[in-house]
């Protein structure tokens, strides 16, 4: 657009000078409609950003749960009839520290058993006169893993009363929790984008009612179809490019606030509930990735919308012309 | 389907020739214009616009073909976003034409149509008459094969419709073919023209 707002040309036409304004817009620019629907547009991408941006950080959490779990397993000793606990347990984790894949293998020591069972138990107690399983807890490298089986045989082989929890059963059952979590996750962004583009074209078709009468005329001066229906997309686009941004916009304002929020509050004891639940607030690149696509994409579907209509009516108007294209 | 409004009608409009259409309220005056201005199709019949049967053309072609006419509505269609000017210029504008090329064209036709001060007048706050006078600069002002005119001067005074009509008759000594719609005697008896009678679904051609 030239700005002939500020050097406007001017024409003396008999009576006086006139000043030439830039032609108006084809399009009619100021409408109630127009602002409602950049409004409904700003709305729908700000809560698919969201929903989008809460998936992501529920996939990238789940697969953060699935590695730290299985980032350890345990050696249980139950105590028995003339069994020499700490012989045992250094046995055990003599043999744990002995497989590849094995970081380290750590014995928990009385005082530490005391300490886990105190909440159940009372403080006082003397550890050692009561038969109560110990632990030797296995760091793993979760890369190579150790061979669990071999592992299990060779410690039952040598060690009495042991048992071995590689974890397997709580990881398979957080991996297919994690698994369902993200599928509702997606299925609710499904439903979120479907209800935003259904929205976004009921919006535009409503917005572009009240241009019928102006697509009529425009037909009937002569002007082409691809030109009339180039003129309203270019408009229409431009309200949906505002009202996307202005969505993501905000989107990724919130996004920021709260990665901000969960660094600044890491120690407290909320914060630490949530960080355990949700890592850190963080939004990835597949996030931003993803409020980038969802922009171009109410955008793209703003400006698809207000062609299909501006055609549709313009095959509308010859009513009763057998059509031969 | 309703009643049929116009039959067993048949006529031909020569180029550069000139006449009135006319017949009472309800006649079928506009619909007979749409048909020729291909905005409405015929539940049956022939129709030849510029050698063309109808039923020949395009869509695509539509465009093309409505460049070659101008048409004034009985009730203006003028965009009420655009100023008088805006409006009148908006057929060269859809063709592509730059407005320095065009806008002593434009300015000219709206003071011999007399709204030499009405400009930069959006519609709505236009008089019926001056609504009309617009209609009719932007269907002149591309000097069209074929003017179709519906009612022309409904909303004037005499002393307006002459000088509109002056306007027509000088457009067609240009070499425009004329066709006005009108149920005015008076207009009619200003000229000598071949008038064209609707009644009750006929035409008769007084020549
Ligand atoms: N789309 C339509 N569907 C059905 N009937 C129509 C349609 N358009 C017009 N008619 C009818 O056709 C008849 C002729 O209408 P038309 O508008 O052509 O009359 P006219 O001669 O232009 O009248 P006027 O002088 O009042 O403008 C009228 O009875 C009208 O009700
Ligand atoms: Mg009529």
Redo the contacts between chains.
């Keep these: 657009m030239s700005t002939t707002d500020q050097t406007p040309a001017v024409?003396r036409?008999?009576?006086g000078a006139?000043?030439w304004?830039r032609?108006?817009s084809?399009v009619?620019?100021r409408s109630v409609a127009g602002h409602a629907l950049v409004i409904v547009i700003a709305i729908m991408t700000f809560l698919s950003c969201l929903t989008l941006g809460a998936v992501t950080l529920v996939r990238d959490t789940a697969s953060v749960w699935q590695t730290q779990i299985a980032r350890e397993a345990t050696i249980q000793i139950k105590p028995g009839d003339g069994i020499d606990m700490n012989a045992a347990l250094a046995q055990a984790q003599a043999i744990a520290a002995g497989f590849g894949g094995v970081r380290s293998a750590t014995i928990i020591d009385s005082a530490a058993t005391a300490r886990l069972l105190e909440p159940w138990l009372g403080a006082g107690l003397n550890i050692e006169e009561l038969p109560v399983p110990r632990l030797v807890i296995v760091t793993i490298d979760e890369r190579a893993p150790p061979d669990f089986a071999a592992m299990r045989q060779a410690l039952q082989a040598s060690v009495p009363n042991v048992s071995l929890d590689d974890h397997r059963n709580w990881v398979d059952r957080l991996i297919s929790m994690a698994h369902t979590t993200v599928m509702i996750g997606i299925a609710i962004l499904i439903l979120m984008l479907a209800a935003t583009v259904m929205t976004v074209v009921f919006a535009t078709r409503g917005a572009m009612a009240g241009n019928g009468?102006?697509i009529?005329?425009?037909?009937?001066?002569?002007?082409?179809?691809q030109?009339i229906a180039a003129e309203f997309r270019r408009h229409f686009l431009w309200i949906g490019l505002k009202g996307a941004a202005a969505g993501s916009l905000a989107a990724i304002i919130v996004f920021v606030v709260f990665a901000w929020w969960s660094s600044r509050n890491l120690a407290t004891p909320q914060a630490d509930q949530a960080t355990a639940l949700f890592g850190n607030f963080v939004i990835g690149t597949t996030g931003y990735v993803g409020v980038l696509f969802i922009m171009a994409l109410v955008a793209g579907l703003t400006a698809a919308t207000t062609h299909f209509t501006v055609v549709s009516r313009l095959?509308g108007?010859?009513?009763?012309?057998?059509?031969?294209? | 389907m309703g009643p049929e409004i116009l039959r067993d009608i048949s006529f031909h409009i020569p180029r550069g020739s000139f006449q009135f259409l006319c017949g009472p309220s309800g006649a079928g005056k506009t619909t007979l214009l749409r048909l020729l201005f291909l905005s409405l199709a015929p539940t049956r019949g022939l129709i030849t616009v510029f050698g063309k049967d109808r039923t020949q053309i395009l869509r695509a072609e539509l465009p093309l073909i409505r460049r070659k006419i101008g048409i004034v509505f009985q009730d203006f269609r003028l965009l009420d976003h655009m100023t008088t000017y805006e409006n009148v210029a908006l057929p060269l504008r859809v063709r592509g034409r730059e407005e320095a090329s065009y806008r002593n064209d434009v300015v000219e036709l709206l003071k011999w149509v007399g709204l030499g001060d009405r400009l930069h007048v959006l519609p709505p706050v236009l008089s019926g008459g001056e609504k009309q006078r617009a209609a009719i600069a932007r269907a002149l002002i591309e000097q069209p094969e074929i003017l179709l005119a519906d009612e022309p001067t409904g909303n004037v005074d005499p002393t307006l419709a002459r000088r509109l009509l002056r306007l027509f008759i000088e457009l067609n000594r240009s070499g425009t073919a004329v066709v006005i719609a009108t149920h005015d005697l008076h207009l009619m008896d200003q000229v000598e023209a071949r008038r064209m009678v609707l009644a009750e679904g006929r035409l008769d051609v007084h020549d």
């Design positions: 024409q036409t008999g009576s006139k000043t304004r032609p108006a084809i009619p620019q009468p102006v009529e005329v425009l037909h009937f001066v002569g002007a082409e179809s030109f095959n108007i010859d009513i009763g012309r057998t059509d031969h294209d």
